[in-house]
């Protein structure tokens, strides 16, 4: 009959759970300290859990709600001036130099893997015929054995 191991399997999962509940807690006090603003999504990388988890638990969903109200929305990126923008052309030009660079740089790959099959292709000729040439195998032999 085997042991019943169930309550070691509950105490474990247990502290899992708890486990995971102070790194959520510890990263909501870390983010709130930093003035980092508190979405399930940062709160989850920060603490390496999963969001559906965090939607479970009412205490930390309210906590994240009320940081994140507390120091407002998520700042976005700054806005640049048309100016300093780069135009449709611009972005087209950088594209069309990347492109032609990568075409370059396939025929060099090609030219260089060509190179490397011929050289490998050489030295591969060059050992057989050294190693032919030290154990006699390819020459005729001078005598002739007759049926067996």
Known sequence: MRADNSPHIIAAARQRAAAT???????????????????FDAVAREAGVS????????DLRAEITSL????GPAPVAPWIPAQQRASGASLLRRLEAATERNRE????????????????????AA?????SERTGVGHRLAKSIGPC
Do not use: C, N
């Not at 509940?21 to 979405?39: C, F, H, K, S, V």
């Not at 969001?51 to 009412?58: A, D, E, I, N």
């Open 21 to 39: 509940r102070e790194r959520a807690i510890a990263a909501l006090r870390r983010m709130d300290t930093a003035g980092q603003p508190a979405t």
């Open 51 to 58: 969001r559906s988890w965090l939607y479970t638990q009412p």
């Open 68 to 71: 994140r109200d507390r120091h």
């Open 105 to 124: 740089l396939e025929a060099e790959v090609r030219d260089l893997r060509d190179r490397l099959a011929r050289a490998l292709g050489q030295q591969r």
């Open 127 to 131: 050992a057989v015929t050294s190693s």
